[in-house]
């Protein structure tokens, strides 16, 4: 779409929260899952109907702005709705522990990460095997072009702007489970995943997956190693040095304004 979408990481707080009211009204954890995914996808096709088309053809700046303003929006709502208190969140693979030595791993753990792969792995199979996922990828080169070829590009970007709002979702469920769930959760998380993109390359699935990787393992190493206060200041680092170094990330296309799709 050619947007930095600030506001997705409301969309990671909005998601936690969702499935949090449908377990506590009695649907197990999955259902729980797929129900706040599904309801946070349709809300991200009617943000994107509402603030985000009325703005197509202005500058990108204009764009840029709105998605700020609804980030500070969805995240005042949050704190309006769901209150400042920090929320336990119901851990849905249990608590079992895996020990090793001096390694220990929680089953909720291994299957967040389990549940990051399959999300992942389905992620890349929409993009790379539907005739939608080859739309939406025509629509990132040239919108123009793929217009003429009879593609609806209006209707592409409202089921991309669903589709990541529901990734989106899945990953504050996930993350949740592990933590806890707040109102301003996805602040903080929405620049380290933006950090993770530019790190991996804008526009590459794959390289999104590495930058993220890379950073939780430098947040990781710094907090064991350095401090755990200078933490977040060493991945923001990160994305400075990114920016002044590689510019367009690890696995982005020279050339291209947001790497490779």
């Known amino acids: 779409m050619n947007l930095l979408n ?3 990481g409301e969309s990671f707080m909005l998601g ?3 499935a949090l009211v449908l377990a506590s009204s009695g649907m197990s954890l999955p259902v729980a899952f797929i129900g706040s995914l599904l309801i946070l996808g349709i809300f991200g096709a009617i943000l994107e109907r509402v603030a985000i088309r009325p703005l197509y053809g202005k500058t990108e700046l204009n764009l840029f702005v709105a998605t700020i303003g609804l980030s500070i929006l969805l995240r005042q709502a949050g704190l309006l709705l769901f209150g400042s208190d920090a929320v336990p969140f119901p851990e849905g693979f249990g608590t079992s522990l895996i020990v090793q030595g001096t390694v220990r ?3 909720q753990q291994v299957g967040t990460i389990i549940s990051s792969i399959i999300i992942m792995i389905g992620l890349n199979l929409l993009l790379k095997r539907t005739k939608i996922g080859i739309a939406m ?3 990132a080169q040239d919108d123009s072009t793929a217009a003429l070829m009879g593609i609806n590009v209006h209707l592409i970007k409202t089921f991309v702007y669903a589709v990541s709002t529901s990734v989106g979702a899945a990953a504050g469920i996930l993350f949740a489970s592990l933590t806890f769930t707040v109102y301003d959760m996805g602040l903080l998380m929405g620049i380290k995943g933006f950090t993770a993109a530019v790190v991996g390359g804008l526009g590459s699935l794959p390289g999104a997956v590495l930058g ?3 950073l939780g393992l430098v947040e990781q190493l710094s907090a064991g190693f350095i401090s ?3 933490r977040d200041a060493i ?3 990160i994305l400075i040095l990114v920016l002044l170094v590689l510019p367009t990330g690890i696995l982005g296309r020279r050339g291209s304004k947001w790497g490779k799709v």
Do not use: E, K
């Open 105 to 107: 791993i929680t089953g």
């Open 137 to 139: 990828r025509a629509v």
């Open 16 to 18: 936690a929260f969702v």
């Open 6 to 8: 600030f506001a997705h």
């Open 228 to 230: 755990s206060l200078y």
């Open 235 to 237: 991945s923001l680092s």
């Open 212 to 214: 993220g990787l890379l």
